[in-house]
């Protein structure tokens, strides 16, 4: 089975997990990382490095919420010695399929899926209501 690992500012990660029980029920082999008002880039960095590193490469994907933001950072840090999957921008519907799908799928199926899928996630809902 596929690992995750969301590293996120604040509870976002903890949060996506605890969410998606009420939906799918609990899911294994999944971690969060929080990153906390106050904390500091070098324990974040250990905290990754941490979690990252009994795990081969070819069992997991790593998701941060935001582009350039200190989690990103700390994941492309650790990156530079590994070469596990890392995908920036998580949210509820594409974690939902995520978790979903990685018993079914590669490790490369899941994160082509998931950037298809990513596009289809977010939704204008008054300009689909106008067009509808």
């Known amino acids: 089975m596929i ?3 969301l590293v996120t500012h604040g509870d976002l990660g903890k949060e996506l997990l605890k969410s998606s029980e009420l939906i799918i029920g609990e899911v294994e082999n999944a971690k969060s990382i929080s990153f906390n008002l106050g904390d500091s880039f070098e324990t974040l960095l ?3 490095e ?3 590193g009994n795990l081969s490469d070819d069992e997991l994907i790593v998701f941060t919420d935001m582009y350039g ?3 990103y950072n700390a994941v492309n840090r650790v990156m530079k ?3 596990f999957y ?3 921008g998580i949210n509820f519907p594409l974690f939902l399929d995520i978790a979903i799908a990685r018993d079914t799928y590669s490790l ?3 994160a082509e899926k998931i950037i298809k899928n990513g ?3 977010i939704v204008f809902v008054n300009e689909k209501f106008l067009s509808d």
């Open 3 to 5: 690992n995750i690992l």
């Open 46 to 48: 250990k905290k990754v």
């Open 50 to 52: 941490e979690n990252t």
């Open 69 to 71: 933001g200190s989690p």
């Open 81 to 83: 010695n590994r070469s």
């Open 86 to 88: 890392h995908i920036t």
């Open 108 to 110: 490369k199926e899941i």
């Open 119 to 121: 596009k289809k996630s």
